[in-house]
Structure formats: C-alpha cells, structure tokens
C-alpha cells in the first residue's frame, strides 16, 4: 500500500492535475486591421505546459500584434518589431520567447512558457494590420486541474 503525508486535516497539500491535454489551431487572418482573430481560447483552471506560435506572411513586423490574457487580465501586448529585440531566446522573465525569425521569409516562432497557472481562462489572439494575410499555426499543451 502506498503511503505518503498524513492528512490531519482533511485538505490535500498536492494539487492534482489530470493528463496533458492538446489544443492546435489553424488560422489565416486577413488584411485590412480588423482581422483580430483568437489562437487559443481555453476555459480552465489548470497549468500550461508549453506551447508555439508559427506566425507567417510578415511584411510589416509592427503591423503585426499579439494579445495575451490570462483570468482576465491583459498580461502582454506586443508588435513583432519591438518584441523580437527584447525577449528573444528568454524563458523565465515572460510567459512567451521568441526562437525563430525570417525577416526575409516573413516567419516568426514564439514560444509558450511552462508553468503558468490560470484560475479562469488562458486567451491569444493575433491582430493583422498589414496589407497582406497572415497565416497563424497554435499549439498550446495544458492540464487541468481536478
């Protein structure tokens, strides 16, 4: 029989959480700075594992705008152009890091940090304002709690 610490006082020191989950999306956001379309939309109360974001079709970096909420606050807002410079190749300091950039191929991948816990929701959206479409291609990993 398997045993571990005590329960005194009828509460579990541990959370549970259940198995990783996966959520991927496709979406192709068009032109013309209407095009706000959301990436990830999970309503949870769990923990993010880890994730990507492949963005594609860049012409304009700062046309580019990248929303990122978590139980209802507006956690980051950023532009691909002033973004890149700053959290390139970080993990800890922010909830996303940037692992690859094609100016010349109009690409970008940002990385989902792990270890982000939310009690409501975890939301991304991505804001076209260039001229041409974007393509977008999501992958979060998560898990909710029991």
Known sequence: MARGYPDFWGQAIHLRY???L???Q???????????KAIFDLDMKGRIYGGLLRISGITTPASVIVFLEIDSQLMFTFTLATAFPTYQL???ECPYYFTYYDPDGGVVVINLS???????????????EQAGDVGTVGQVLYTILR
Do not use: S
């Not at 792990?114 to 076209?128: A, G, I, L, P, S």
């Open 114 to 128: 792990r270890d982000f816990t939310c009690e409501q929701h975890y939301r991304m959206w991505v804001k076209n």
């Open 18 to 20: 259940g198995a990783p």
């Open 22 to 24: 996966e959520q991927t």
């Open 90 to 92: 970080r993990t800890i």
């Open 26 to 36: 496709q979406v192709n956001i068009v032109a013309g700075g209407g095009g706000l």
